[in-house]
């Protein structure tokens, strides 16, 4: 009982943004996490659908940035964003220990779902 609630409170924790500068995740968000109750399967979910949105948020800010670049910079962003997935994929690909349990399975995709949301807010933040 009392891992259940530590692992409760690390996820808790996890979910919520980690700089005050970093934009919340939406609502909706949110209200799924107090939902699943801590259910693994349902916390996949709302962890995969808000990673959605933030992809959606983050593809569009790259599309926005890259149509205001001179092509010289359009190209280092090019390189920059490749180089950032290769990243993101494998530092939070290193966080699905196969001994992890689930918690594991949940703490990869809540990097990748962090990671893609500063990464996104990053992106805005470099357009004029």
């Known amino acids: 009982m009392t891992k259940t609630i530590a692992a409760s409170l690390l996820l808790a924790c996890l979910a919520l943004p980690a700089h005050a500068d970093q934009p919340a995740y939406s609502p909706r968000y949110q209200s799924c996490m107090d939902r699943a109750g801590g259910v693994t399967v349902s916390m996949l979910d709302c962890i995969g659908d808000e990673h959605g949105r933030q992809d959606q948020r983050l593809n569009q800010a ?5 149509g205001q670049l001179a092509p010289s910079r359009r190209k280092g ?3 920059a964003q490749r180089l950032w997935l290769q990243y ?7 966080y699905a220990d196969p001994d992890g349990g689930t918690l594991a ?24």
Do not use: I
């Not at 993101?88 to 290193?94: I, K, L, Q, S, V």
């Not at 399975?105 to 004029?128: F, H, I, N, W, Y």
């Open 62 to 66: 790259y599309r926005t940035l890259t």
């Open 77 to 79: 962003l090019v390189a």
């Open 88 to 94: 993101r994929d494998a530092n939070c690909g290193f």
């Open 105 to 128: 399975g949940v703490s990869a995709a809540l990097c990748r779902l962090q990671m893609t949301t500063q990464r996104a807010q990053e992106l805005q933040d470099l357009a004029p």
